[in-house]
């Protein structure tokens, strides 16, 4: 059994740091692809919150796997979205919408196989900040012990396909279904930020993420992509990445923001923001704009601000800088092992910092 506070709050193992790590471990590393079905229950779900796992989820189905979903859906909330169960329709799972808020609180994860079952307690929901940033706490029951309880996971399907809810199942094919009325679109659709989503992010600046601003034009150590390199759990900080890549074999993910370059004056429109999935499950944030500009060296940080849904703003903080003092202390949580660090602050605070 594992038990975890995330982020990085308190864990029993080591090897889980929070629900996200606790999922790699029941659908990715102790499944082989095509073995049984993976489960998910959760009252709120969003495009971000699966991320992680679309392309798992489509190479177990593939392989003759399968993959159940019950999420709560709601005509006046937004519970679930129809980003979200789209993609896993597509990716061939088989999806649930429970109608009303108030009906669906049970968030629990796992899978079921001829090898055992496993089973992830968690309040802790299918969603980017679910995964990430929020204080949620996460049981991890694995076979032996799912096994002494007497749980299974079809009776758990089963009993809930056999009470009184209103429960609908929503088909690609069918999108005039009553279904997709329950679910809010979180792309094309006006989303206000909670409160806890104002937040600037903290970033030490690492040689990866400057060489090329330091280069001069036409110098070797300019040439290439131009990217800040970002934590692993940037679910809940951008949009929905809903941008798969058309070319490559390793599947990414990608979303486009509008990106104010505050040092530089400058509006980028066609900011993208990249999640590899398939790759090293790292987040990059294209900065091209500031090739070549000398405005950031290692050790610097970089600021990020989240405005609105699809609204941030960039500054580079000078290490030397009387404000790199006060705001270097939020960076927090190592990122990789070469000494990047990051962190969160309210946009209200960092501006008490930057005024």
């Known amino acids: 059994m594992q038990f975890t506070i995330h982020p990085n709050v308190y864990n029993t193992d080591p090897k889980s740091k929070g629900l996200l790590h606790m999922l790699e471990q029941a659908w990715v590393r102790e499944q082989n692809a095509g073995e049984g079905t993976f489960y998910i229950i959760s009252g709120f779900s969003n495009y971000n919150g699966g991320v992680r796992f679309y392309e798992t989820f489509k190479h177990h189905i593939d392989n003759g796997g399968s993959c159940v979903a019950f999420l709560g859906g709601s005509t006046s909330q937004r519970l679930s979205s129809q980003q979200v169960v789209e993609q896993l329709l597509e990716v061939g799972c088989k999806v649930y919408i429970i109608n009303r808020k ?42 032996k012990h799912v096994q002494e309880m007497g749980f299974s996971w079809e009776d758990v399907a089963q009993s809930f396909l056999k009470q009184n809810w ?43 993420d400057t060489a090329r601003i330091q280069a001069n034009p036409g110098e070797k150590s300019g040439l290439g992509s131009q990217y800040f390199w970002l934590s692993k759990d940037s679910y809940d900080f951008f949009p929905a990445l809903t941008i798969r890549n058309d070319r490559g074999q390793k599947a990414t993910y990608s979303a486009v923001i509008n990106m104010n370059y505050v040092d530089l004056n400058l509006i980028d429109k066609e900011c993208r923001v990249t999640f590899e999935a398939e790759n090293n499950l790292d987040f990059r944030l294209g900065t091209g704009k500031l090739r070549y500009t000398k405005i950031a060296k290692a050790g610097d940080l970089a600021a990020i601000s989240r405005i609105s849904d699809y609204d941030y703003e960039l500054r580079i903080i000078k290490q030397e800088s009387d404000t790199y003092t006060h705001l270097s202390p939020f960076a927090i949580n190592f990122i990789g092992h070469l000494g990047k660090k990051f962190g969160y602050i309210s946009n209200t605070e960092f501006n008490k910092f930057i005024s």
């Open 102 to 143: 108030r009906l669906l609180h049970a968030k629990l994860y796992g899978y079921s196989s001829e090898k055992g079952e496993s089973l992830v307690i968690s309040s802790g929901n299918f969603t980017g900040p679910g995964m990430s940033q929020n204080i949620e706490a996460s049981l991890y029951l694995q076979s």
């Open 166 to 208: 209103d429960i609908y199942e929503p088909q690609l094919k069918d999108r005039k279904h009553p279904s997709w009325k329950l679910l809010y679109d979180e792309v094309s659709g006006t989303v206000k930020l909670e409160d806890e989503q104002e937040v600037t992010m903290l970033i030490t600046l690492g040689a990866a």
